[in-house]
């Protein structure tokens, strides 16, 4: 498969959705008993990696039943270490639909395990925050509607995915989401909300981001497959591996 910067945008996305395809139905197939077992090692090789230990405000995804590294164990975790824990908000942008997305994700503020406790699951089976909720909560962006809150700054966003390998040329790491732009997109505001002070010498925010998962979700140079990307897709800084292993970019500010 060639590399995204080749492709026109509607061969990109025809790539992205066969291989997303392929992943869902690998994924599938998975054992709960396997993605429990992968789960805790990503959990052991988190809890010891000195960024994780050294953050005070992380941000994590919470996690599907099925299908990916289960972040209930990191999320309890982080917040009975005193961290400051953010978990994605999706809402309406009160954007125009010519003027950019009508839906954002922002990141909002666990109070504590109870809060956590009390959270709804949507659909989907993921914990959800109760909207009537958010104006209590610290955000990590304001949002685009008027009603801004004080923007916080993040040590490491801890990312899903679909599926991840290594650029053979860059030797960055590759992620493919789920679709819907929602993590490019934001990171793309965090990057407009950080201040210089926040920012490192290539003008990127300091925020650590790393994306966690199964081993089946990671594509090998041997296997044929690659992840395919464009100009917006946000490389990241690493990725912990249900395996145990834990990959990093060449240029990754934890290195």
Same mark, same amino acid.
């Given at each position: ?67 990916? =590294?289960?972040?209930?164990?990191? /999320?309890?975790?982080? @917040?009975?270490? %005193? ?6 908000? &999706? !809402? ?73 390998? =290594?650029?053979?040329?860059?030797? /960055?790491?590759?992620? @493919?989401?789920? %679709? ?6 934001? &990171? !793309? ?44 897709d946000q490389p990241i800084d690493g990725l912990f591996l249900g395996d145990g292993q834990i990959k990093e970019s060449p240029n990754s500010d934890a290195n």
């Amino acid at each position: 498969m060639s590399q995204g910067t080749d492709m026109n945008s509607s061969a990109l996305n025809a790539a992205k959705s066969q291989l997303r395809s392929v992943m869902k139905q690998r994924l599938a197939n998975l054992a709960q008993d396997s993605i429990v077992a992968q789960s805790s090692r990503v959990f052991l090789s988190l809890t010891n990696f000195k960024p994780y230990v050294d953050a005070k405000r992380i941000a994590v995804y919470l996690s599907m039943p099925g299908g990916e =590294i289960r972040t209930d164990p990191i /999320v309890r975790h982080a @917040l009975s270490t %005193g961290k400051q824990v953010f978990v994605p908000y &999706l !809402h309406k942008s009160g954007l125009q639909p010519d003027d950019g997305p009508t839906r954002l994700m922002d990141m909002v503020s666990l109070k504590d395990i109870e809060d956590y406790e009390s959270l709804q699951r949507d659909k989907w089976g993921i914990p959800s925050i109760d909207a009537a909720t958010v104006h209590e909560r610290k955000r990590s962006v304001g949002e685009l509607d008027g009603n801004r809150s004080e923007d916080v700054s993040l040590d490491l966003i801890l990312l899903p995915g679909v599926a991840f390998d =290594i650029d053979p040329q860059s030797k /960055v790491i590759r992620r @493919l989401g789920h %679709g819907r732009g929602f993590y490019d997109y934001f &990171l !793309h505001r965090y990057t407009l909300a950080a201040s210089p002070e926040e920012k490192t010498s290539n003008g990127r925010p300091a925020v650590l981001l790393y994306a966690l998962a199964l081993k089946e979700q990671f594509l090998s140079p041997s296997s044929g497959e690659s992840v395919p990307v464009g100009p917006h897709d946000q490389p990241i800084d690493g990725l912990f591996l249900g395996d145990g292993q834990i990959k990093e970019s060449p240029n990754s500010d934890a290195n």
